[in-house]
């Protein structure tokens, strides 16, 4: 009988305090079997089988073993399905601590290895007789793997499903390996300087992947799908920098998970409508894009580091604003708007998927209240530094302000706004 985990065998003996601290676990096979007891002198008679527990490590492959019969000093399992336990012996005094492995297989081995302590016969156990671990059997599963030239890339082989971090760089892909997508474990994937035109979809399957680089490639755009994945959950580095990106899409801010933001030398004219909803997001970056103006909900960020360096911001002229109000205003806008005023539940259930996809970037007036397609729009000047404490310049000429985008539902609004505005600008 076999288990893989975890362990570290800890002596009662040694100070375990202070400065020896606690030694980590390494990963091993623990087997349970029949071993012939030595006799007790020359030539004597031979004392039969014992059950013996093997404890086979990389570094010690033939393995420690110990004596089960009537050895055990107590079992410590309230960790048991975590896959945690420990084995307290009394000869030699150790305890064999346990970690990492697969709970019901805990269980039923912890279960053998209690037979053997009562003295069940041995006999009557399935157990066979020790053989020292295999290499394979003992070394820890491989969890990164580095690739940086074409002539290194893996063109046969699969790769380790254990693998936490994989780097494939300059290796001249031209999209993502399928076999990439099959790595559940993968919290860091790195795919920097290839040629990569477009994402599956099913690289929001990757349901542990935190980090996520694709500096340097040829992606064109980054789809819905991957925004509606479970990358919400996970994601939190995003480098998409060095691409031909015109746009993101408004379900992009559904990445609640996002730190950091890096969006530079792209193509991008507008940054998410609702970039603001990313509470999470520490560091952004969209230095050399073609963005005239910043979106209306930008100011809810809360960053440590911001650079839009490079852009063609516009000049902000808040006395002449696109009038998009038409008075009275249209059925559908007044239902719009109460609709998102009074926070009346909608679904694609009870509405068309357009209308949906209106309301989900309605737009938000100066008052509060919300407004679809009936607006005037300005944009007004703001210091980066009221979203960021680092700010880095936005031109040569020592800026850190820039155009964001104001909306107004009506014009009452925007003459209270505008009288404030000259009030200021006196
Ligand atoms: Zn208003």
């Known amino acids: ?179 990439m997508l099959c790595l559940k474990k993968l919290r860091k994937l790195d795919l920097s300087h290839n040629h990569i035109k477009k994402l599956p979809e099913t690289i929001g399957d990757l349901v542990s992947l935190q980090e996520l680089n694709l500096h340097n490639n040829h992606l064109e755009s980054f789809c819905v799908a991957l925004c509606n994945s479970t990358l919400q959950k996970s994601l939190q580095f995003l480098d998409l920098s060095q691409n031909k990106i015109k746009a993101l899409p408004v379900q992009f801010c559904q990445l609640q998970e996002l730190i950091h933001l890096k969006l530079d030398d792209n193509e991008l004219i507008r940054l998410p409508f609702k970039m603001g909803q990313l509470s999470q997001l520490r560091f952004l970056s969209a230095a050399r894009n073609k963005l005239p103006f910043l979106p209306s909900d930008f100011r809810n960020l809360s960053l440590e580091k911001l650079d839009l360096f490079g852009n063609p911001f516009e000049q902000p002229n808040p006395l002449v604003p696109s009038i998009q109000l038409k008075i009275p205003l249209t059925l559908l806008e007044s239902a719009a708007r ?31 209240n919300a407004c679809l397609s009936c607006f005037i729009q300005t944009t007004v000047t703001m210091n980066l530094h009221y979203v960021a404490h680092t700010v880095v310049l936005v031109d040569n000429m020592g800026g850190t302000e820039a155009p964001i985008v104001c909306y107004f539902c009506s014009l009452t609004c925007y003459s209270q706004f505008l009288d404030r505005y000259l009030q200021s600008n006196r």
């Open 1 to 179: 009988m076999r288990l893989q985990c975890e362990v570290e065998v800890r002596s009662r003996l040694l100070p375990t305090c202070g400065l020896r601290g606690r030694a980590k676990g390494a990963h091993a096979l623990l087997s349970l079997g029949r071993q012939p007891d030595r006799p007790p002198g020359r030539g004597g008679p031979s004392a039969g089988h014992s059950v013996y527990l093997m404890v086979c490590t990389a570094r010690d492959r033939a393995g420690a073993r110990y004596k089960l019969k009537e050895n055990i000093e107590q079992f410590f399992t309230k960790f048991v399905e975590e896959g945690k336990a420990t084995v307290r012996l009394k000869e030699p005094a150790v305890d064999v601590c346990l970690s990492k492995a697969n709970a019901s297989n805990l269980k039923t081995f912890l279960a053998a290895v209690r037979l053997a302590h009562r003295g069940t016969d041995v006999e009557a156990l399935p157990l066979s007789v020790l053989v020292p671990a295999k290499t394979s059997e003992v070394e820890k599963p491989k969890t990164k793997m580095i690739i940086t030239s074409r002539r290194d890339y893996p063109l046969t082989k699969n790769f380790p499903y254990s693998l936490e971090h994989l780097q494939a760089s300059y290796c001249k892909l031209a999209r993502v390996d399928m076999r």
């Open 338 to 368: 109460a609709t998102v005023n009074y926070r009346i539940p909608y679904g694609r259930h009870l509405l068309p998927s357009h209308l949906c996809e209106d309301l989900e970037v309605a737009k938000t007036c100066q008052c509060g």
